[in-house]
């Protein structure tokens, strides 16, 4: 199987900015959430309005579909009883708030080591950060690239966080003040690639920590963790809301007729509580 890597990438900045992952991150988190608002209405406590209004309405040819329908309206009403026997508000969705990923990962200056070796064979080449490297998390035995020094790298993750230019508005440098001042004052935007992941996102914060300073005053050693925000607008949100349903779908072929059961509405409360009367 081929060796995929991670990037931190915007080849539109100028100058580019290309970052590929020394060693796989030793940590990667995703936090999505949803901001939800309470209804505004209050409820009352009439008797099943939902079938009284549906039983009135049905007519003519109606009468076929009836146990469909009234069926439909006994789980509307009964659901309308949960806000009053809670004296709780129901929830109503009002946006989506971005993706956020927590990202961390180590940099490390030395030689290049063809495979970290095994404990039986250790790596031909002597690598001075060794043990730093085994800790680096999952990684495949080629995973340890040239890093001379660790400043270029260091450079590129900085841009992220720090206003620049992209080749879309480099018309803007011959522009006026105001429209130069425009084109400066955001940072670019990032590609996060790993392996077959991908997402366009902003670098909302950056923390480096280094150590392991040589004689020439230059950290041997670097530990950096990131914040990263989606971006909406962007194809790979678009692609990622495709794959995700296909991916969904696929998960379904998994289950069998009791899982259906169990969660279909009505349905599965009677089923759950008819097992909880058979444990009495």
Request: proline fraction near 7%; glycine fraction near 8%.
């Amino acid at each position: 199987m081929p060796r995929k890597t991670g990037y931190l990438a915007n080849v539109l900045a100028v100058p580019p900015l290309i970052f590929r992952f020394q060693f796989n991150p030793t940590m990667l988190s995703e936090k999505k959430s949803y901001k939800y608002e309470d209804e505004g209405r209050d409820r009352d406590w009439a008797a099943f309005p939902e079938i009284q209004e549906t039983w009135g309405g049905i007519d003519g040819w109606e009468w076929l579909a009836s146990p469909f329908t009234l069926g439909y309206a006994l789980y509307q009403d009964i659901k309308a009883y949960g806000p009053l026997l809670s004296n709780v508000k129901p929830l109503k969705a009002q946006r989506g708030q971005p993706r956020v990923l927590a990202l961390e990962f180590q940099l490390l200056a030395g030689t290049l080591v063809e495979g970290l070796g095994t404990l039986e064979e250790p790596p031909a080449t002597p690598f001075p950060f060794e043990d730093a490297a085994l800790a680096a998390g999952p990684r495949f035995e080629d995973q340890v690239y040239r890093r001379n020094v660790l400043e270029p790298d260091l450079a590129i993750l900085r841009s992220f966080v720090n206003p620049g230019w992209e080749l879309t508005e480099v018309a803007d440098i011959f522009g006026s003040g105001s429209e130069r001042k425009a084109a400066w004052n955001a940072p670019p935007e990032c590609l996060f690639k790993y392996g077959d992941f991908s997402l366009t996102c902003v670098v909302s914060d950056l923390n480096i920590k280094l150590s392991e300073f040589g004689e020439d005053a230059l950290p041997q050693k670097a530990d950096v963790s990131m914040t990263l925000k989606e971006q909406s607008l962007s194809t790979d949100t678009t692609v990622d809301t495709v794959m995700r349903m296909v991916q969904s779908i696929k998960g379904l072929t998994r289950l069998e007729g009791e899982d259906w059961l169990a969660v279909t509405p009505i349905a599965g409360s009677f089923v759950s509580a008819g097992s909880l009367l058979m444990d009495v």
